[in-house]
Structures are given as structure tokens and as C-alpha cells.
């Protein structure tokens, strides 16, 4: 048998996730966000299973689109940061691909070069995220110029703080950005997975779904199952060694659990190394036969320990699980000082799809 740690992904989840995303805006196209290897989860794998339902996917560069041209996938692929290079110009449009435009330079190289087809351009508007994008009053005269070398150009804008309901953020970015949408009538994008959730306002024409396609609450305060939303992943593994230690012998790197009285420790198969956060202090609940023990020591890169006092008969090969369904990843994260977007992310752990 080999290393047991794996993140097992939940394809049917996947696809109820996006039916929410129908479900919320189902008048508008939907451009799947499928970046990072899909947060994670696979991205050839995760664009088969939405492609019959979904207008468009999102990633961050050439690199991954490519793979997804490769394994048959003919969807839209959309470029978030455009093109780094010149030169990748005309493998972009050899396969087909969209790309944002965000900066001076490429709209330079774009009137620049003779390209062997028109290419289709998403114009990113800084709203005021202020990461990439034109201000507002350059919109309308790059897209003049623009225009005469693209096949189609629609807009795009990103929201800064849509994860807070209150935040008053999100209505300033819609305003401006539909205001510069009303005035050029062009088709165009700002909802993410926490506008889709929770500022219809935000919907235009497309909509970018990312978090939560993969089953996860991009609000702070609300967990997924309170949003109609099926976590995909779980990742797991299983116990591999238990020890009896005595009353004041120290656990792992740094020796910062120091064990209360006589009692069973269980070692699980699964670190940094697979995507397990290093910062998840003792405490962190694991599952372990269903039920929560808690994370003692620090994380190594490939073994974390867990107080064995509650389950005293758990034995070498029980089931672990370090996030999933009966233990949202958001808590993880919240405990490891960081967002459920990194863990899932930063998951390098063999992946198994279930139907
Ligand atoms: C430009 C852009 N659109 C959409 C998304 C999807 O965002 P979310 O995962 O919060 O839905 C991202 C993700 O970071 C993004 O960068």
C-alpha cells in the first residue's frame, strides 16, 4: 500500500456548486475561475466535469490554458494577467485563448503587432482594488485604439471587498464600473463568488465564480452549508504509528506539547509538504473514526501527531480527515491564521475523484 495522505474531490459537489451559481444568476454567463490547477482541485478534471455547463474558464497564464487545450477542453479560456511576453502572442491565438489586457505596454504590443487572427480582449478597469487595470477615464480612449485590432473587447473589474456585506467598497467599484459599461455598451464582468453570494447588483453580464465552485464560503462569518454550497474536498490519510508516552514527555519539532499525564499519541500520515498548514496550532481538530481529537505538537512536513485520550483503542490504519464535510477547511484555516484559498491551493497530495 502507498502513502496514504490524498485529497479525495467530490465531482458531484462540483456540479451542484455550479448549479448554485446558476441558481443565483441565471440570466447571466458564467467564466469559471479555474486558476491554480482549480484552487487545487485538478483543473483538466474540474474543466471536464463543468464544461457542458459552463460559458468560459479562467486561469492565470498561458502555461495553464495550454494544459486544458491539450486535454480536449474547447471552452473559452480566459488569460487573467493577459500575456507576460510578446511572443506569447501567437500560441495564445494558435489556441484560441482571451486575454486581459491590463497594462500600457501590452496595448503597445498589441497595436504593435500583426496578429494572424483578431484576439478577443477583456479591458480591466481598476475600480479601486488598485492591483491591475486602467483607471476608469483611460477605458474609453485605449478601447478606441484597441478596437481596431481586437475581435471583440468587453470589460472587466475585480472587487476588493465584497466579502463584507456592510463594506461600502463594493457599491463604489459597481457604480463606477457600470456607469463606464452604460457609456461604451459593452459586455462585461465584476461579480466573484462573494458578489454572485451577496451583491446581486454586481452580476452584469458575466459572472466569475472561484471559491465557490469548490464548495466554500468566501464570507468570513457565514460556513459553506449556510450558503447552499457542498465542500469538493476532503483530505485524508490515516494513522501510522501510536506510542504511549509518560506525563511530561514533549511531542515533535521544538518539543511544544508537553503531554499532561500517561497517555497514547497517534502519528498520521499527512504535513506541510501535502498542503496541511505548519501554522495549525495544537488543538486543530482532526477527525479520526468520526470523531475530533486534537492536533498536539507542531506540524512536521509530512506527519502531524494527535491526543490519542479520547479514542484509547484507535489503532495503525484508521481513517483521518484534516478537512472535508464534517470539518469545513475554512476552520483550518481560521486556526492556521489564513484563508481556505491557500490551503486548497497549497494541496500537493494525490487527488481522487468521485463520481
Ligand atoms: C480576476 C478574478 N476573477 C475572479 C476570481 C474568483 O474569485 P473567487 O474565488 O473569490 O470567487 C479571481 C480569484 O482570485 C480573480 O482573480
Redesign the pocket.
Known amino acids: 500500500m502507498s502513502r496514504p495522505a490524498r485529497a479525495i474531490i467530490d465531482l458531484a459537489a462540483l456540479c451542484a456548486n455550479l448549479q448554485r451559481v446558476h441558481t443565483c444568476a441565471p440570466t447571466q454567463h458564467i467564466?469559471g475561475?479555474i486558476?491554480a490547477n482549480a484552487?487545487g482541485h485538478g483543473a483538466v478534471r474540474v474543466a471536464k466535469t463543468l464544461e457542458s455547463n459552463i460559458d468560459a474558464f479562467?486561469v492565470r497564464c498561458f502555461e495553464e490554458a495550454f494544459k486544458l487545450r491539450v486535454a480536449g477542453i474547447t471552452r473559452p479560456i480566459i488569460l487573467?494577467e493577459g500575456f507576460f511576453s510578446p511572443d506569447e502572442l501567437p500560441a495564445i491565438i494558435e489556441q484560441d485563448l482571451q486575454i486581459?489586457v491590463h497594462t500600457a505596454r501590452q496595448v503597445e504590443v498589441l497595436l504593435n503587432t500583426q496578429l494572424a487572427k483578431p484576439v478577443t480582449v477583456w479591458l480591466k478597469v481598476d475600480t479601486g482594488m488598485h492591483r491591475l487595470g486602467f483607471a476608469p477615464h483611460e477605458i474609453e480612449p485605449i478601447y478606441r485604439r484597441l478596437k481596431r485590432v481586437a475581435k471583440k473587447i468587453r470589460l472587466?473589474s475585480?472587487l476588493a471587498c465584497a466579502?463584507d456585506r456592510q463594506d461600502e467598497t463594493t457599491v463604489k467599484q459597481t457604480e463606477i464600473f457600470l456607469t463606464l459599461v452604460t457609456t461604451l455598451n459593452l459586455e462585461a464582468s465584476l461579480a466573484?463568488?462573494?458578489?454572485?453570494l451577496g451583491w446581486p447588483q454586481t452580476y452584469v453580464d458575466w459572472v466569475?465564480?472561484?471559491?465557490?465552485?469548490y464548495g466554500v464560503s468566501?464570507f468570513p462569518d457565514i460556513v459553506a452549508k449556510n450558503t447552499g454550497l457542498q465542500p469538493v474536498m476532503q483530505l485524508e490519510s490515516t494513522l501510522i504509528s501510536i506510542k504511549h508516552l509518560n506525563k511530561g514527555e514533549r511531542i515533535g519539532y521544538g518539543a511544544t506539547w508537553r503531554c499532561p499525564q500517561d497517555m497514547p499519541i497517534g502519528i498520521v500520515a499527512i504535513g506541510y509538504a501535502d498542503g496541511y498548514p505548519r501554522h495549525a496550532p495544537s488543538g486543530t481538530p482532526v477527525l479520526l473514526n468520526d470523531q475530533y481529537v486534537p492536533l498536539v505538537g507542531r506540524v512536521s512536513m509530512d506527519m502531524i501527531a494527535v491526543d490519542l485520550r479520547s479514542q484509547p483503542h484507535a489503532m495503525i490504519d484508521d481513517p483521518v480527515i484534516l478537512w472535508g464535510k464534517d470539518l469545513p477547511v475554512e476552520e483550518i484555516a481560521t486556526l492556521a491564521g489564513t484563508i481556505a484559498?491557500e490551503l486548497l491551493c497549497n494541496v500537493s497530495s494525490v487527488l481522487y475523484y468521485q463520481q
Open positions: 467564466m475561475a486558476k484552487y479562467a487573467l486581459v472587466m475585480h466579502d466573484n463568488s462573494a458578489g454572485i466569475r465564480p472561484g471559491i465557490m465552485l468566501p484559498y
